[in-house]
């Protein structure tokens, strides 16, 4: 099991998913019993416990697969990023509806009837999945969520032409550890959601997404020009180029997605021993 992502690799000495069967030791191997999410976003923990630390999220619409129910909470893995551990299973359903729309605004309110003066139910974020139910007037209804201005959501494959415009939208959102949703998130959050809305899919984590783009786009960590859209790692950290001198990252430092200078905040970084690892840029 060395050789494995624990992060991505639903697998305990005590239990492990049927698939993993021939490649892990485990007491027992079981198939997964899917659960969907019902609210805007589920934490994922690494305790089943509401102090548990956060890793990751699953959004509204998305399906956590469950290997262990124990006292209101399930221990699997997200379908939609691979990502291990806990969630608190009050917030899903085994109703699983197939999603046929997707939030394509940065966020918006399913209310609890098509009329904007009706109580809201949730705030989903960019790249929450829906079930299209009925249509009123300027809303659909989200099956099991509530209703939505239409004119926020797109098909599954209507994707955004520029991820970094994406990705701007984000401005001073508030940063948070393990976060994906446009109320806060991390560094690898924000690239995940930025080029999730763009159609392609990295992995949740900055070293795993540094490993996925080094592979698929081209490396341009030597060069000394950088442009739009290249995206920067560093040991733990990433962040997108939205022009050849300025850097939008979620960080911890300013404690929200922040534009500022390359050069100020790669200094900034190099003096905690971290010096740029790779520059990558789509092909």
Same mark, same amino acid.
């Given at each position: 099991?060395?050789?494995?992502?624990?992060?991505?690799?639903?697998?305990?000495?005590?239990?492990?998913?049927?698939?993993?069967?021939?490649?892990?030791?485990?007491?027992?191997?079981?198939?997964?019993?899917?659960?969907?999410?019902?609210?805007?976003?589920?934490?994922?923990?690494?305790?089943? @416990? #509401? %102090?548990?630390?956060?890793? $990751?999220? +699953?959004?509204?619409? /998305?399906? &956590?697969?469950?290997?262990?129910?124990?006292? *209101?909470?399930?221990?699997?893995?997200?379908?939609?990023?691979?990502?291990?551990?806990?969630?608190?299973?009050?917030?899903?359903?085994?109703?699983?509806?197939?999603?046929?729309?997707?939030?394509?605004?940065?966020?918006?309110?399913?209310?609890?009837?098509?009329?904007?003066?009706?109580?809201?139910?949730?705030?989903?974020?960019?790249?929450?999945?829906?079930?299209?139910?009925?249509?009123?007037?300027?809303?659909?209804?989200?099956?099991?969520?509530?209703?939505?201005?239409?004119?926020?959501?797109? @098909? #599954? %494959?209507?994707?955004?032409? $520029?991820? +970094?415009?994406?990705? /701007?939208? &984000?401005?001073?959102?508030?940063?948070?550890? *393990?976060?994906?949703?446009?109320?806060?998130?991390?560094?690898?959050?924000?690239?995940?959601?930025?080029?999730?809305?763009?159609?392609?899919?990295?992995?949740?984590?900055?070293?795993?997404?540094?490993?996925?783009?080094?592979?698929?786009?081209?490396?341009?960590?030597?060069?000394?020009?950088?442009?739009?859209?290249?995206?920067?790692?560093?040991?733990?950290?990433?962040?997108?180029?939205?022009?050849?001198?300025?850097?939008?990252?979620?960080?911890?430092?300013?404690?929200?997605?922040?534009?500022?200078?390359?050069?100020?905040?790669?200094?900034?970084?190099?003096?905690?021993?971290?010096?740029?690892?790779?520059?990558?840029?789509?092909?």
């Amino acid at each position: 099991m060395s050789h494995l992502d624990p992060r991505l690799t639903p697998a305990r000495p005590d239990l492990a998913a049927a698939h993993l069967k021939g490649q892990v030791e485990a007491a027992r191997f079981v198939e997964p019993a899917d659960y969907q999410s019902v609210i805007a976003a589920a934490p994922i923990r690494r305790a089943p @416990a #509401p %102090d548990g630390a956060m890793d $990751d999220q +699953v959004l509204a619409g /998305e399906v &956590f697969a469950v290997l262990e129910a124990r006292d *209101g909470w399930g221990w699997g893995f997200s379908r939609a990023g691979g990502y291990v551990g806990w969630v608190d299973l009050a917030g899903f359903s085994t109703t699983i509806r197939q999603p046929d729309r997707r939030i394509t605004a940065l966020r918006t309110y399913a209310f609890s009837k098509p009329d904007i003066k009706s109580a809201p139910r949730h705030l989903l974020s960019l790249n929450a999945l829906v079930s299209t139910g009925a249509r009123e007037g300027r809303f659909i209804e989200a099956e099991g969520l509530g209703w939505v201005v239409e004119a926020h959501t797109g @098909a #599954p %494959d209507d994707h955004a032409g $520029d991820f +970094v415009a994406v990705a /701007e939208s &984000f401005l001073a959102t508030p940063y948070l550890w *393990g976060g994906k949703e446009s109320l806060g998130l991390d560094c690898s959050g924000l690239v995940q959601m930025a080029l999730r809305a763009a159609g392609i899919d990295v992995p949740r984590d900055a070293d795993q997404q540094e490993a996925a783009l080094k592979a698929a786009w081209q490396d341009v960590t030597g060069d000394e020009a950088r442009e739009r859209g290249d995206i920067v790692f560093w040991p733990g950290h990433v962040g997108i180029m939205v022009d050849s001198e300025h850097l939008l990252h979620a960080n911890a430092g300013f404690m929200d997605v922040t534009l500022e200078l390359f050069s100020e905040a790669e200094t900034r970084i190099r003096e905690k021993e971290n010096p740029v690892r790779t520059i990558v840029r789509p092909v």
